[in-house]
């Protein structure tokens, strides 16, 4: 599958649902057009793309966190001959290998700070995804749950405008910690 046709399928319907080993037949039943399969198992995994496949769903297994396959070239042959679309991956040489196979890759980063976020150029350059997840998509909501316990919540990492300090604070965050040398004078 090329990364275009994945493409025309998101503007399609934007929502991938990404699911766990149980929740197949729901993500089967929604209109979600792909499937990101976040803890694939050797044992069901042939038939849950079958599935998937005959609802005209297309399949994203992340490698890393399957069961009973090997996060190697090995594991990312097995996903092919089992008909999987694509893999998903925080691994370079992963991605490398999936697509000299023809599958849709999905390099997977965690935007945690301001040095992780830099080392992603570097990571990218040199495994070329077809596509990046990056995470957290939102961190509001989880300064927002922890924000309601006794402990108090201290933003950190990436902040850098206002507009991100009175977010994070307005979440519930009672202070938020930046590098950034402009945002220590509000």
Same mark, same amino acid.
Request: hydrophobic letters at 45%; a negative charge.
């Given at each position: ?68 396959? &090997? ?6 042959? #097995? ?12 691994? &370079? ?22 040095? &992780?976020?830099? &080392? ?64 220590? #004078?509000?």
């Amino acid at each position: 599958m090329q990364s275009n046709k994945l493409i025309d399928l998101l503007e399609e319907c934007p929502v991938i649902a990404a699911i766990q080993d149980a929740q197949w037949s729901a993500a089967i039943a929604s209109p979600a057009k792909i499937i990101f399969c976040l803890k694939a198992n050797v044992l069901t995994i042939a038939q849950h793309i079958k599935d998937a496949r005959d609802a005209d769903k297309k399949v994203l297994v992340h490698l890393d966190l399957a069961e009973g396959i &090997g996060k190697d070239k090995a594991g990312v042959e #097995y996903l092919a001959a089992c008909g999987v679309d694509g893999i998903i991956t925080t691994r &370079g040489n992963l991605v490398r290998n999936a697509k000299e196979m023809g599958l849709i890759t999905v390099q997977r980063f965690f935007a945690l700070d301001s040095q &992780g976020v830099a &080392g992603i150029d570097d990571l990218v350059r040199n495994s070329n995804p077809d596509f990046i997840e990056i995470m957290p998509g939102v961190i509001e909501k989880i300064i927002t749950r922890f924000s309601d316990g006794t402990i108090p919540v201290i933003a950190g990492g990436l902040i850098e405008t206002k507009a991100e300090v009175t977010a994070a604070l307005s979440c519930g965050a009672v202070a938020v910690s930046t590098g950034r040398k402009d945002m220590w #004078y509000l």
